[in-house]
């Protein structure tokens, strides 16, 4: 329940630490960071849905660079973040043993599958039709729309 004015909202955003206001473009950039990766990377095996589309390295490559260059044409700062937050990153993984980054990995995986999901039941409440299956929003192109239909002759 949002119970403040958006006047006292700003007072507060404008009265910030410095501490505060770091981690808070911290976050902004690593959910940019996260919004990236989910669109150019391929969810992992049991997050396809049937008729799923890859997306190929070539292509993941592509967009990825276009969304970097795009970033620091017109938000130089958010730009800046992200750029930090990827140094840091590989400086991380770069000291980690085989069997941590392993572990890494797979919890990046994990975190990476519910921002995904995520994203796509906001994709999917967006859509104006509301005959779905998971992954898709139309009834016509989804493969447990069939069954359905054949189950209900």
Request: aromatic share 6%.
């Amino acid at each position: 329940m949002n119970t403040g004015s958006k006047i006292s909202k700003q007072r507060r955003d404008a009265n910030r630490s410095p501490a505060a206001e770091r981690l808070a473009r911290r976050r902004k950039a690593s959910a940019w960071l996260d919004l990236l990766t989910v669109h150019t990377t391929n969810p992992r095996v049991c997050d396809r849905w049937p008729g799923h589309p890859m997306i190929t390295t070539a292509e993941s490559w592509v967009i990825w660079s276009e969304a970097l260059a795009r970033l620091e044409k017109n938000h130089p700062a958010l730009f800046a973040d992200v750029q930090a937050l990827l140094e840091q990153s590989a400086a991380r993984q770069r000291e980690m043993s085989f069997e941590e980054w392993r572990a890494f990995a797979l919890r990046e995986g994990h975190r990476l599958s519910r921002v995904r999901r995520g994203l796509r039941r906001e994709q999917l409440k967006a859509a104006k039709r509301l005959g779905y299956t998971e992954g898709s929003t139309s009834r016509r192109e989804s493969h447990h729309a069939e069954v359905a239909e054949r189950q209900t002759r």
